[in-house]
């Protein structure tokens, strides 16, 4: 018990860890356009992420691919750049369509979300693969991790929707005033750190 909880402190460290702050930026990103009303759309999107980066931390971790370190590296601010720009260009009002409507976001975003999912758990996988060294039982230090990066996510998800709630229903800022400055700041992060990563 003692091994499984130290994994999961672990992960919860590593996502919330702010010098490696790409997943933070992804999350951040992906969140942003959301307040809590649309908890349906977050629920969703943050589901796809999971299920993402846990069936490539799961196969990396346990040998059944490998991918170039260094390109896993580049493509994850280049997620980060492409989730940036589908929130600069994505027109506000289907958004406000789908929110009026109970509508649950769409399908291409739910499939983007999930590839980019497996990318970041290629990242992940890299800083478990080094922690675990030779242990011969994966499955439950592999388990504890990825709960801790859930929790860590949860975390960073709550913290976005309750600043956005506040900002757009409270403060009255306009909601695409809020997704523009967000996303163009984690765009321009994200283009430098993709530059330093060629």
Not at 148 to 161: D, H, M, Y
Not at 170 to 180: A, C, P, S, T, Y
Request: net charge positive; with cysteine.
């Amino acid at each position: 018990m003692e091994e499984f909880s130290i994994y999961l402190q672990l992960g919860l460290e590593h996502i919330l860890d702010v010098r490696g702050y790409d997943h933070i930026l992804f999350v951040l990103v992906l969140c942003c356009r959301y307040v809590w009303k649309d908890w349906r759309n977050i629920l969703l999107l943050v589901t796809a992420f999971t299920l993402g980066h846990s069936i490539t931390l799961a196969l990396a971790a346990l040998k059944m691919v490998q991918v170039n370190s260094g390109l896993i590296e580049f493509l994850i601010p280049v997620t980060i750049l492409l989730t940036a720009l589908t929130n600069i260009f994505k027109r506000e009002e289907r958004v406000a369509k789908n929110r009026k409507s109970g509508k649950i976001g769409d399908l291409a975003l739910f499939m983007l979300t999930l590839i980019f999912g497996l990318i970041h758990g290629l990242g992940f996988s890299n800083y478990l693969q080094s922690l675990l060294g030779k242990e011969q039982n994966l499955w439950k230090p592999l388990l504890a991790f990825n709960i801790g990066l859930e929790l860590g996510q949860l975390v960073i998800v709550l913290l976005v929707t309750i600043l956005s709630t506040l900002l757009v229903r409270g403060l009255q800022v306009k909601q695409r005033d809020w997704i523009f400055f967000i996303s163009s700041a984690v765009f321009g992060i994200a283009f430098i750190m993709a530059l330093e990563r060629i």
